[in-house]
């Protein structure tokens, strides 16, 4: 039977309060968690955003943008560490963490990178690397075997005052990539020279920025960010896996 307009319309207001109920059930915890962890924690750094988790009771707290904690419904208890799904075997506070930390691809500064593209260079990489990073060494070595990529690399001389010199003399080389590469894979220094270096500054800004906070840090074609050296596999793993999104 057909349901009268009175009655589709009292269905339709009693749905609509429980919404504005439930909506604001939300607010008043998220309200209360504010609350409770500011008067409690003063120095805690200011909460940019609570929301639910998939476990019943948690919540999770955003802080300095893509920092993560949980807590309870009252503000009582404070959590750092990761969240797994058991069932899924997913990291879920891993996934957040790096879909928070993600970069428009399309927005990198390249003008203060130099690139070098091998084969077809399809699949785009942009590295964040300090020529005296030993790590930043083992994985230019590993990828060099990588082919069919556009490599932007930026240079974050955050290691030292020789980080500088060296950033500086291969930034102004006639040839960026051969200086970079006959130091990380040759060990081969770059001859000293001398240019405009106000791309080394706007690195190192634009890092600390993003919280890019040592090297390597990659970015890949979807945004995605790895922390770290990662192996041979790897790279053409993430490559493929950007690349398809």
Not at 86 to 115: H, Q
Not at 127 to 142: H, I, S
Request: with cysteine.
């Amino acid at each position: 039977m057909k349901p009268s307009p009175l009655t589709a319309g009292l269905r339709a207001l009693g749905l609509a309060g429980l919404l504005a109920c439930s909506l604001g059930s939300a607010l008043a915890q998220e309200d209360i968690i504010r609350k409770n962890l500011a008067e409690r924690l003063p120095a805690l750094a200011k909460i940019d955003e609570v929301s639910k988790t998939p476990m019943n009771g948690l919540y999770e707290l955003r802080v300095n943008e893509s920092d993560i904690f949980y807590t309870d419904a009252e503000g009582n208890f404070l959590i750092q560490g990761n969240l797994i799904d058991t069932r899924a075997k997913r990291n879920l506070t891993e996934e957040r963490a790096a879909k928070l930390s993600a970069i428009d691809f399309a927005a990198l500064p390249l003008k203060d990178a130099f690139t070098q593209v091998r084969g077809t260079g399809k699949r785009q990489l942009a590295v964040f690397e300090d020529p005296n990073c030993g790590y930043c060494k083992r994985f230019e070595r590993d990828l060099q075997k990588v082919n069919d990529v556009t490599i932007h690399t930026f240079l974050v001389p955050i290691l030292g005052p020789d980080s500088v010199e060296k950033s500086k003399n291969i930034w102004c080389a006639k040839d960026k990539n051969k200086a970079w590469l006959d130091w990380m894979v040759r060990d081969q220094p770059a001859a000293k020279a001398s240019c405009d270096t106000a791309a080394l500054e706007r690195n190192l800004a634009f890092s600390r920025k993003y919280k890019i906070t040592g090297t390597p840090t990659l970015f890949f074609a979807d945004g995605s960010r790895v922390p770290g050296a990662i192996g041979l596999d790897q790279i053409e793993k993430t490559l493929a896996s950007a690349k398809g999104k």
